[in-house]
């Protein structure tokens, strides 16, 4: 696939898009592993379509569908349907946006560095737990708790 997108002269992007296809459990670009399925809860879909992004997760689901029925060697109307509710509601829902940036944690006097971008992590993943909920307030607020800042000894 890298061969490929070189002779084909695709961007970064693409060259990452075309090789998280073909290369088998390949995972997310941030490591993490993920599978799209109408079997996910809508607060995993949520947080699969935030991490992947709208076009690998539709490219992903694609391809998944496509081995289930590869597999069976039929087709499932009630599978496809979940496949198809799955690939509209990934298409038309709007792309969660995270509310916070390293500098919100760099004026909460974090140095820069490797540390913030762990907390960035954390305070992701923590978001997505909480459905793409919180706001930027919130995600201060759970920031500060985070970091010790603002509470009581």
């Not at 109307?77 to 940036?101: I, K, V």
Request: proline share 7%; glycine share 10%.
């Amino acid at each position: 696939a890298e061969a490929l997108a070189d002779r084909l002269r695709l961007s970064n992007g693409e060259k990452r898009r075309l090789v998280s296809l073909v290369v088998p459990g390949l995972v997310a670009p941030d490591g993490d592993a993920i599978q799209p399925a109408p079997a996910l809860s809508a607060e995993q879909r949520r947080a699969a379509l935030h991490r992947l992004g709208r076009a690998l997760f539709i490219d992903r689901a694609l391809l998944a569908w496509a081995g289930e029925r590869a597999q069976e060697g039929h087709t499932d109307s009630r599978g496809s349907e979940g496949w198809l509710a799955l690939l509209e509601e990934a298409a038309s829902q709007p792309m969660p946006e995270f509310p916070l940036r390293g500098q919100d944690l760099l004026d909460l006097g974090l140095e820069p560095g490797p540390p913030v971008g762990r907390l960035m992590r954390v305070l992701e993943d923590w978001w997505l737990q909480h459905g793409c909920h919180p706001d930027h307030d919130e995600m201060i607020d759970e920031a500060r708790r985070r970091l010790g800042i603002g509470l009581a000894s």
